[in-house]
């Protein structure tokens, strides 16, 4: 700690202390981290009154000042300043760190991508990923600075938000870019604009390091530009005829058929979807650049990986004696995500007398284009066959309004308000699909629904 910070110990650790990670706000915290405890407002960390309960489960504080140091035992550490301290530990751990390091971006997906390939190196050695969404630079620095000797490998999600500073830190040797779709307009003016901001990822690349690129990504030129530019490999992936690794065809029930630099392979992917069979190429590429034997070790494993929650996980219920199966991937949304989600809607067969039913919040943050984002869902909408659609919130009514009268569902304000109706009408059979912006609060109603039904002992879809 004092060599990494050049702080200093108000209250020595015992012989043999270790901690296993560092901990700024009471949701993320591991037991084992120390945590940050902020001095003034503003300052990364928690205040003294959210770290006390958690301090019986944690192994120290840092401070920039003596007088918010708990009384007892803790080891307490001073840093002159919060941030600065804990990027200089995630710097000098990443600087210790002889495994393997992977960066994934892009506008859409970024979460699956990295727990899928999460997933697959787990199978080839000891892995540490990102956790709770923690993808700008504190974060990215708090998943470092807990990495164990013991890792092989490291996945990182890096967010558009100071993408330099992120990937100066992690340092990757393959960087995955996934797409660029309509998400954070209101803060990034243009679809370019995002394209070249989230293109610094490729600035922290390690010497000779790869970059994986989907070739059917809007501005994709933007995109292989700046990797040609700083990376040692550019490898792509997608459904065009150029890619490296190139789909050519997903089933239902999770068969991939794909073309893997000109030899034909064919697996078994558990998480649903026609977009998750491409996140498993852009994992394929990840391992294929490092030289790892994905065929034999990862391949047959596939199978056993499961969506993230809340990003299309499946669950059976039983809903005052209808069964149905609920789609949450209510996590968040953008337009790119949203047509997945309903096209993974689309791909799921009712049962008797069921319904392809879709329950929409609003996407948030997508600037003046925003009516025009929710209306053309329409059209992917009507080709996955939705027999119904409810919608929460001003945005999303603006959808509901162009839709044919048969389809159109319940319109609230709040997605609260919407339980009630929603339950009244769900059917025997039906599929659903909860999907919105986080803010949207469509969360809720699959918090709602699962509490109010009964599961079966396998209510999470275990492999389609």
């Not at 992917?269 to 070790?297: C, F, I, K, Q, Y």
């Not at 494993?301 to 969506?307: D, G, N, Q, S, Y």
Request: with cysteine; net charge neutral.
């Amino acid at each position: 700690m004092v060599a990494a910070t050049g702080g200093q110990w108000l209250r020595e650790p015992p012989p043999g202390w270790t901690a296993s990670g560092f901990c700024y706000a009471a949701a993320i915290h591991q037991p084992g981290d120390m945590l940050f405890v902020r001095s003034y407002l503003g300052e990364l960390g928690m205040l003294p009154l959210h770290a006390r309960p958690l301090l019986p489960h944690s192994t120290g504080v840092l401070c920039t000042t003596a007088d918010v140091v708990p009384d007892g035992p803790w080891p307490a550490f001073l840093v002159p300043e919060a941030y600065t301290g804990l990027m200089d530990v995630a710097r000098y751990a990443r600087g210790c760190f002889r495994g393997r390091v992977h960066a994934v971006t892009g506008s859409a997906g970024k979460t699956s991508i990295c727990a899928l390939l999460a997933f697959a190196l787990s199978r080839l050695g000891p892995t540490i990923t990102t956790s709770h969404n923690t993808n700008l630079p504190p974060g990215v620095a708090r998943t470092l600075a807990g990495v164990p000797p013991s890792a092989g490998h490291v996945v990182l999600e890096l967010a558009i938000g100071r993408m330099g500073t992120s990937t100066r830190l992690a340092r990757p040797h393959v960087a995955i870019f996934s797409n660029v779709a309509a998400a954070h307009l209101k803060y990034h003016t243009t679809l370019e604009q995002v394209a070249e901001r989230k293109s610094l990822i490729f600035t922290g690349l390690e010497p000779g390091g790869t970059a994986v690129l989907n070739c059917n990504m809007d501005h994709f030129d933007v995109v292989v530009t700046a990797a040609r530019r700083h990376a040692g490999r550019v490898v792509t992936y997608g459904e065009g005829p150029t890619a490296d690794l190139r789909l050519v065809n997903h089933t239902p029930d999770g068969v991939v058929r794909a073309v893997i630099h000109g030899e034909p392979v064919e697996y078994v992917l558990g998480p649903p979807g026609r977009h998750m069979a491409l996140n498993s190429l852009a994992v394929l590429a990840a391992l294929e650049a490092e030289g790892m034997d994905w065929r034999h070790h990862v391949l047959p494993a596939l199978t056993e990986a499961r969506p993230v929650a809340g990003r299309g996980e499946a669950h059976d219920l039983l809903l005052d004696g209808r069964a149905l199966r609920l789609i949450d991937d209510a996590y968040n949304a953008n337009p790119a995500s949203m047509r997945a989600g309903i096209g993974l809607l689309g791909s799921r067969s009712p049962g008797p007398g069921g319904r392809r039913v879709a329950v929409l919040g609003d996407m948030l943050e997508l600037g003046p284009d925003s009516a025009r984002f929710h209306t053309d869902l329409a059209g992917p909408l009507e080709d996955a066959g939705v027999d119904v659609v409810h919608t929460t919130g001003p945005e999303m009514a603006r959808l509901w309004e162009c839709l044919p009268a048969a389809q159109r569902g319940v319109r609230v304000d709040t997605a609260t308000a919407l339980v009630a109706p929603l339950v009244d009408d769900l059917r025997a059979g039906d599929v659903v699909l909860v999907k919105g912006s986080h803010g949207s609060g469509v969360h809720q109603v699959v918090s709602e629904l699962l509490a109010r039904a009964e599961r079966s002992p396998q209510s999470k879809e275990k492999t389609r």
